[in-house]
């Protein structure tokens, strides 16, 4: 990536300026809000702006006029989706019935990114509580497409995929429970990581905790690496998270794929739906790979059917959410979201045990799969980016048609996978490959997906 406009530069374009002294982290933010002022009314990236955001890019560039950074991030803006905790500002999750309060305490990897110096500018948008994968909710209404703005994010990263696209800083905070990370970076163009299963630390838990996390989305493979490395740091209160490891996740990741072995899958346990343009994007992905050398076939893990058991997942944990509200107060929620919690009420706890037993089957399936594949590579969205305004007709069905099929299977198994921009469709939406790897193998998530990049750079739209 090179421009001359700071706020479309890459994190590690920004801290090379930082330390040549040929841009400060004031420049950057003044840049960076201009241009959200500018854009966003059109694609209303943003839950809430962060008033602090002013006094640290100044005590930022401080640090850096005495050369004395204090971490990887310093002075770098960023967003954090509205589902996470940020000190001094509400959580509102998207809903009219959460808590207007601004909260105490930051989440982990908020902590993580301040800690790192980063200057977060805001919190952006999200479906109501994260249930789905179209770019609204009751609170903030439409998040629109940077490409084309009749056309949705994705969610329920909703405000982060559009602000990554539009040049909103270069780093931003997903959750992904299903795909929410994965999804609206393939429908905006951008690279969507969502890290193994406690990778990154939690805190409070959200309503998908057995299989959610939270990662990176960014305009580089390496910015998504580099962030990581500040926001994969152990944290007491969440219980899932793993020991400390403090790496740069950037090392090795221009190691490229020669000789790895690559699955191409068809077939994520069921005939999931995918055009004709999403399967000549993994045909190219898998060409660029075996350009770089590696091994690649098709290959079937033979999964169960995750629709099964991912449904009851999603849908049971959606009704203990909407039964958690008064009833007298849950006609506010999304009516498609009262319509799926009606529709798994009646689950039994030996049924959720027999489905979180399939789980555990379907994940013992794919480590096994890893035992002669390194990588897998497969479609992460069925279509391109569906209308903003269409309104959301039996969410049920439409998990499986139009939302999640390709991307739910890794948060079931808890599998590393990243989303990666591939071209564009015909009509000049965004195309994109998912990379799936092994448990705790995001590190070769990170390089085939560099690979990628290095074999197809990506543009970013052109916003006026």
């Given at each position: ?327 007298t107060r849950r006609h506010m929620l999304d009516q498609g ?128």
């Amino acid at each position: 990536m090179s421009t001359t406009d700071p706020a479309l530069m890459s994190a590690e374009e920004l801290l090379g300026h930082y330390a040549r002294r040929t841009l400060s982290p004031m420049e950057v933010l003044q840049a960076v809000t201009e241009r959200v002022a500018r854009l966003n009314p059109s694609l209303n990236a943003f839950a809430v702006m962060n008033p602090a955001a002013l006094a640290a890019a100044g005590e930022s560039e401080a640090r850096w006029r005495a050369g004395r950074p204090i971490g990887i991030l310093d002075g770098v803006p960023g967003t954090v989706k509205d589902l996470v905790d940020m000190a001094g500002l509400p959580t509102r999750r998207g809903s009219r019935l959460s808590d207007p309060a601004p909260v105490a305490d930051d989440a982990p990897l908020v902590l993580g990114l301040k800690t790192a110096g980063a200057v977060i500018i805001g919190k952006t948008a999200t479906t109501e509580f994260g249930w789905k994968s179209p770019g609204d909710c009751p609170l903030h209404g439409i998040t629109r497409n940077p490409w084309n703005v009749r056309h949705t994010t994705g969610g329920s990263s909703s405000g982060a995929g559009a602000a990554a696209a539009a040049g909103f800083g270069p780093l931003h905070i997903g959750t992904d429970g299903g795909g929410s990370i994965r999804i609206p970076a393939a429908w905006c163009g951008v690279v969507g990581l969502k890290p193994s299963f406690g990778r990154v630390p939690q805190w409070p838990l959200g309503a998908f905790a057995p299989v959610a996390v939270a990662g990176p989305m960014t305009r580089t493979v390496r910015d998504a690496a580099l962030m990581l490395s500040a926001i994969a740091r152990h944290d007491l209160r969440d219980p899932f998270c793993l020991p400390d490891d403090a790496r740069d996740w950037r090392d090795g990741i221009e190691e490229g794929v020669a000789e790895l072995r690559v699955a191409v899958l068809r077939r994520p346990g069921f005939d999931a739906p995918v055009d004709w343009e999403g399967i000549a994007a993994v045909e190219q992905a898998a060409q660029f790979l075996m350009d770089a050398g590696a091994e690649v076939e098709e290959a079937d893990p033979g999964l169960p059917d995750m629709r099964a058991i991912f449904s009851r997942v999603w849908g049971v944990a959606l009704a203990r959410l909407v039964h958690s509200f008064p009833e007298t107060r849950r006609h506010m929620l999304d009516q498609g979201l009262l319509e799926v919690a009606a529709a798994n009420a009646g689950a039994s706890a030996a049924d959720m045990l027999e489905y979180e037993a399939q789980r555990v089957m379907a994940a013992n399936a794919m480590a096994r799969f890893h035992q002669r594949y390194d990588l897998v590579l497969s479609p992460c969205v069925a279509a391109p980016a569906p209308l903003a305004d269409a309104p959301t007709v039996n969410p049920v069905e439409a998990l499986w048609t139009q939302w999640a099929p390709w991307t739910c299977a890794f948060n079931l198994t808890r599998q590393p996978a990243i989303s990666v921009p591939m071209g564009f469709t015909q009509t000049g939406l965004p195309r994109s490959v998912q990379i799936a790897a092994a448990l705790y193998r995001d590190d070769l998530v990170l390089r085939a997906a560099r690979t990628l990049e290095v074999a197809q750079p990506f543009a970013m739209p052109d916003l006026q």
